[in-house]
DNA sequence: TAATTATTTTTGTGATCACATTTTCAAAAT
DNA sequence: ATTTTGAAAATGTGATCACAAAAATAATTA
C-alpha cells in the first residue's frame, strides 16, 4: 500500500490539495498507469502524496463522476476492467464526439490556431521518436483538445476527455505487451482540411484518425492482450 | 441563506449523506429550480439538508465535474448562465448523442423494454396533463434513459445526462415565463421504429423529438427568456 | 454625500478524530 | 488439509475544528 505508480507533479501556486490530487491521478490513468482491478485506498493515497485523506476523496469521487473510476459496493474504488465489447462502445462513442466536435469548431478555428495544432503535432513526432509513449500519448491529446477548444461554447471537451479516461487503462495494458505503440497519425490531412475550412474534410481526418488508431485493435487482438494481461 | 429550493427526497437505507445531497442538488438542478447565477454554499446546503460541510463538498465537486456547476475563481460554486450560443451548442450535442446512443440500442432491444418504454410514456402523458412540468420532465428523461439502457455497455448515459442538467436551469426559466411546457412527443413513433428494429428510423424519431422539443426554441426567444429573467 | 478604510462575519479548505463496516490473518475445529 | 471462528488491522464515512481568504458591514475620511 501507498507505493502508487504516481509521478510528482508540478503544482502552481494556489492549486487546492485536492485539485492537484485529482490531476495527479488523471494523469496516472490517462497513460495508463494504474492497471485496472487495482484497488485504490483513500489513505494510502494520502500518504502517498503527503496530505490527507479529505482532499483525496473529493479527487476520487470527482474521477469517478468522470467514468475513470468506478465505486464498488463494498465502496472500494478501482479502475473499471475492460472489455472487447465496452472497448468498441468506448471507441465508436469517441469517434461519433470527436467528429461533431471538429465540425463545431471548424466556423472559428483561425491561423493562430492552426499554428499551433502545427506545433504541437511536431511536438508528437518528436515524442514518438524517441519512443516515449506516454508523452506521444498526451501530444495526441493535446492535439485534439486544441482543435475542439476553437469553438468557445465547446461542452464537449469534458466528454471526450471522460472516454480518453476510460480508455487509458488498456492502452498501458497494450504498451506493455506491444513494443511500441502504433501511432497514427492523420493530422497533417486534419490541417491541411482546417486550412481549407473543409468540416466534411476534417470530420473525416478526425474519424480516420481515430478507427486506423485505437480503434484498428482488432476484438481478437483485444481479447488476447486482456488475457494476456490477466484480465 | 439555507433556505435553498431543496424538497427532501426518500433516502434509501444505506444511501450514504453525500451520495443523497448529490441526488437531492442534482435533481433540484435538472428540472431548473436553482436559478442560474445563484451561488451556493456548502454551509448553507448542509445546514439544509441538516448534515455537515464534509459530504456536501464532495457532492458539489462532483456535480462540478458533471457539468452542472461552476466553480469560480474565487471558489464560489453557482450554477452556470446560459446563452443563446451555448444553449443550441448543447441541444446540438444532445441530439448527436442521443442518436447514436439509440441507434446502439436497437440490436440489444427487448419485448420486455418495449413495454417499458410505452409505460413510461405513458405516465409522461398523464403528467402532462396533469399540468405537472417538473414530473413530466423527469419522465421524459426517464423514457430516454431506458431506451439507452438497452445497451449493456452503453457509457454514454453519463454524458447525456451531464447535458440535462446543462439545459435543466434554462428549462426552469422558459418554465416560470411560458405558463405551460410545450411537451412534444415522438415516444410513439420511436416505439413503432424500434418494433421494427429499424435503426435510421429510430435514431431519425429522437432527432425529432430533440429537435421540436427543446430544440424547437428559436434564438430570440431563447434571448427574449433569457432578458426577461433577468440573465 | 460619496469614497475609502477598518472591522466583523462568512466561507472554502484541509487536517484530525471517532465510529461502523469490511478485510485480513491467525487460531481452532471439523 | 479444509473450513470455521475470532481477533486485529485497515478502510470508508462524516462531524468538527483551525486557519486563511473573501465578502459584507461599519466607521472614517474627503
Known sequence: MGNLALEP??????MT????????LRQAIMVGSIRPGESLTIRGIAEAMESSPTPVREALRRL???GALRVLDNRRIMVPRMTADRFSELVSLRSVLEQHAARRAVPHITERCIDRLEEVDRAQDEAISRKDNATALLLNQEFHRTLYSANPEQAIIPMVESIWLQLGPFLGIAMEHVAQLYFVDRHQEAIAALRKRDEDAVAAAIKADISEGIGGFERAAIEN?????GQ
Open 225 to 229: 492482450l486482456l488475457r494476456l494481461a
Open 17 to 24: 490539495t485536492h485539485e492537484y490530487a485529482h490531476r495527479r
Open 64 to 66: 469517478s463522476s468522470e
Open 9 to 14: 507533479m508540478d503544482r502552481p501556486e494556489g
